[in-house]
């Protein structure tokens, strides 16, 4: 099993609608959960860290964080063409020592198409 | 003013070389971190340095080398390099060791012929 899965898409939705992309994770110990965007040819790029269970909103940003059921999940509202890229669920995971890891998913291509 | 910047942007090269990445930061965070992302875009971390100090060794092959000569900085020496070490490194930052949000510059993507 992998630590952090992701659905790896496309996943193609049309321009206004809502698109969801879901994570799940493999450690209990889980901390802290962020989303990064990546265009293509470019580098991730931070767009949302949750650290609690519940949602979390920014913008047309949401996430979504259910410890219990190790699932994180991120919404966008009102979708554009300008938010198709490769989105990255990133989980921080606790090692011996007190250091922490952050462990990457493959990613979901997201395709908004006009 | 770039918070995470890595020289080169690309770098194309023989098989048996050895090459250097140099990464910068002035975000004034104290832990930097170098990823490999291959071509099935799977982003791994490699190494991480806190203050100076190596704290996280992936299993890594030991012909590459970091090394940080302050807290600003962070370079990735490779000899040797395989056509397998052909990618795009990442360095990136973050505040400090706990479970904060790391920033990451723009990749050098590295091509062994």
């Known amino acids: 099993q992998k630590e952090v899965e992701q659905n790896s898409g496309p996943l193609s939705v049309p321009e206004g609608a809502i698109a969801s992309l879901n994570c799940t994770y493999s450690?209990?110990?889980?901390?802290?959960f962020f989303w990064y965007r990546q265009y293509s040819g470019k580098s991730p790029e931070l767009i949302m860290s949750i650290y609690s269970n519940g949602d979390k909103e920014d913008g047309r940003f949401t996430a979504q964080l259910n410890k219990a059921s190790q699932y994180v999940s991120l919404l966008i509202r009102d979708s554009q063409p300008s938010d198709s890229a490769t989105y990255l669920c990133?989980?921080?995971?606790?090692?011996?020592?007190?250091?922490?890891?952050?462990?990457f998913g493959a990613g979901t291509r997201l395709a908004v198409h006009p | 003013d770039t918070a995470v910047s890595q020289t080169p942007k690309y770098l194309v090269t023989q098989m048996g070389n050895d090459k250097s990445i140099k990464c910068e930061q002035n975000?004034?965070?104290?832990?930097m971190y170098w990823y490999k992302q291959d071509s099935k875009k799977f982003l791994k971390i490699m190494f991480s340095y806190n203050n100076k100090e190596l704290i996280i060794n992936e299993t890594v092959p030991n012909r590459f080398s970091p090394k940080s000569p302050d807290k600003a900085h962070l370079n990735l020496h490779i000899n040797s390099l395989e056509l397998g070490d052909s990618a795009v490194y990442f360095c990136?930052?973050?505040?400090?060791?706990?479970?904060?949000?790391?920033?990451f510059g723009p990749g050098t993507r590295l091509t062994v012929t």
């Open positions: 990136a930052s973050s505040p400090g060791l706990g479970f904060y949000e790391q920033y």
């Open positions: 450690d209990r110990g889980s901390q802290s």
């Open positions: 975000l004034g965070h104290d832990t």
């Open positions: 990133a989980v921080n995971r606790a090692r011996s020592g007190g250091y922490n890891k952050l462990i």
